[in-house]
């Protein structure tokens, strides 16, 4: 394979000098080498390199509409012409908010913070004040933000993980205080058996349940039948809160997210990424009586950049172009999605390559594995990371920008054409494997 990519190498080195790993964040520090870009519009991105290629990373998920969408650089270009910042109120905060209710079944009160993270301490906090008690459940293999208190049992070992009933919980980085998971309860995700078991020994102390509604943290693994509503009534039972973490799927999988796809309206939920289409910004949402802590109830938040004129101008656009013509443009983005999705899982039959796709139109994935069904995040070590590895490069040198995981995002830029042109070098890369 060509060098196609000797100007980024050389922007590493020089960043390596000054910027911790040369990246601003970890995880981009990816195969053949981190890629620096200099344009990208719709769905298509160059590198300085001269490369093009058709992006299906969208700075890992956020990009809904895409690059530039001519809506989005309006507002920013209007708002960049006023205070970029009051440090107090103004319109757009209420305008977004009244949006956000307009569109996400849970949301009676709204709270804006600058990161998904944040948003998952906010909840948090939240559902421990509102019911006294101190235990959180988290499920395996689920990512809930990168801050100690959460980041417990994400991408585990087999090893690390241990039992698959009853999970041991994980510390994912180094650096982590060992009592960050005393308040924590790990449990397998779509085991609706082993979480009536918790719930009958530690329902008393389990202050709400958090779980990504689809698991697109870890391969793009679905709800099995009835699984959400079953936790959505044990929580009930046992007085704990449900939390959805739709960072991923709201405003991606449907309007309202997968709350209003499934029909399981939970009691607080954090969004980010698709929500300001680009631009830092999450938000939870959820139960008046809840948020009514905040405000003399003896619940502490706060954050200088939280409702950010910016950031708010990006969200109302992306917002108001989401909800166009009844939800038209998404409607799109997950119908394309779809119309991929099929084409790789016939690619793969074609060339005899064991994989399985798994997720929705807007956000899936591929796993090169014999498993034809994948419910729990165990499933997933079976995967062969080597090929899947080999893929993605296979794919960058055919054009495709990929997350490392083997993760897909479709925007509604994306259109038939870039489809098409996509499950071609689908085909190739497939060939060479």
């Known amino acids: 394979m060509t060098d196609k990519w000797t100007k980024s190498r050389a922007l590493l080195a020089r960043a390596q000098n000054s910027l911790a790993g040369g990246v601003s964040s970890p995880f981009r520090a990816k195969a053949p080498v981190p890629l620096y870009f200099e344009d990208a519009c719709g769905c298509r991105a160059r590198d300085v390199d001269g490369n093009e290629y058709i992006d299906y990373a969208l700075a890992w998920g956020p990009l809904i509409l895409g690059h530039r969408h001519p809506s989005m650089v309006e507002a920013m270009r209007r708002q960049a012409d006023r205070p970029h910042i009051y440090g107090a109120q103004h319109e757009l905060e209420f305008q977004v908010s009244e949006r956000l209710q307009q569109c996400?079944?849970?949301a009676e009160r709204v709270a804006f913070t600058s990161?998904?993270?944040?948003?998952?301490?906010?909840?948090?906090?939240?559902?421990?004040?509102?019911?006294g008690r101190n235990l959180i459940l988290k499920f395996d293999g689920h990512y809930h933000g990168w801050l100690d208190s959460v980041l417990l049992s994400y991408h585990p070992t087999r090893e690390q993980a241990g039992d698959p009933d009853h999970p041991t919980i994980a510390p994912a980085s180094?650096?982590?205080v060992a009592n960050a998971a005393e308040n924590i309860v790990v449990a397998p995700w779509n085991r609706i058996d082993i979480l009536e078991e918790i719930f009958h020994?530690?329902?008393?102390?389990?202050?709400?349940?958090?779980?990504?509604?689809?698991?697109?943290?870890?391969?793009?693994?679905?709800?099995?039948?009835?699984?959400?509503?079953?936790?959505?009534?044990?929580?009930?039972?046992?007085?704990?809160?449900l939390i959805f973490d739709e960072v991923i799927t709201g405003f991606r999988m449907s309007l309202g997210g997968a709350q209003q796809h499934y029909g399981i309206t939970p009691d607080i939920a954090t969004f980010g990424k698709a929500l300001a289409g680009g631009v830092p910004l999450s938000a939870i949402a959820g139960r008046k009586d809840i948020f009514d802590l905040m405000f003399g109830g003896g619940v502490a938040y706060g954050g200088?950049?939280?409702?950010?004129?910016?950031?708010?101008?990006?969200a109302h656009a992306t917002l108001n172009e989401l909800?166009?013509?009844?939800?038209?443009?998404?409607?799109?983005?997950?119908?394309m999605g779809e119309k991929l999705m099929h084409g790789i899982r016939e690619a793969a039959a074609r060339h005899n390559i064991p994989a399985t796709v798994s997720g929705f139109g807007a956000a899936f994935s591929i796993h090169f594995t014999q498993k034809k069904e994948l419910r729990t995040y165990r499933d997933t070590l079976d995967d062969d990371s080597q090929r899947l590895a080999r893929f993605i490069v296979g794919a960058l040198d055919e054009g495709l920008y990929l997350l490392p995981d083997g993760r897909f995002y479709v925007?509604?830029?994306?259109?038939?054409?870039?489809?098409?042109?996509?499950?071609?070098?689908?085909d190739r890369a497939f060939a060479a494997l």
Not at 120 to 131: G, P, Y
Not at 209 to 228: D, F
Not at 414 to 425: F, K, R, W
Request: glycine share 12%; aromatic share 4%.
């Open 304 to 314: 200088t950049f939280n409702g950010n004129p910016i950031s708010m101008a990006g």
């Open 174 to 176: 180094r650096g982590q």
């Open 411 to 426: 925007s509604t830029a994306h259109g038939d054409s870039d489809i098409s042109q996509t499950l071609d070098a689908i």
């Open 323 to 335: 909800a166009r013509g009844g939800g038209q443009p998404l409607e799109h983005a997950n119908r």
């Open 104 to 106: 996400v079944p849970c």
């Open 201 to 241: 020994s530690r329902g008393a102390d389990i202050a709400a349940v958090i779980t990504e509604p689809v698991l697109c943290n870890s391969g793009g693994l679905l709800p099995q039948p009835g699984y959400l509503e079953a936790v959505h009534d044990l929580c009930r039972k046992h007085g704990s809160l």
């Open 115 to 131: 990161s998904g993270s944040e948003a998952v301490q906010l909840a948090w906090r939240l559902a421990r004040a509102f019911t």
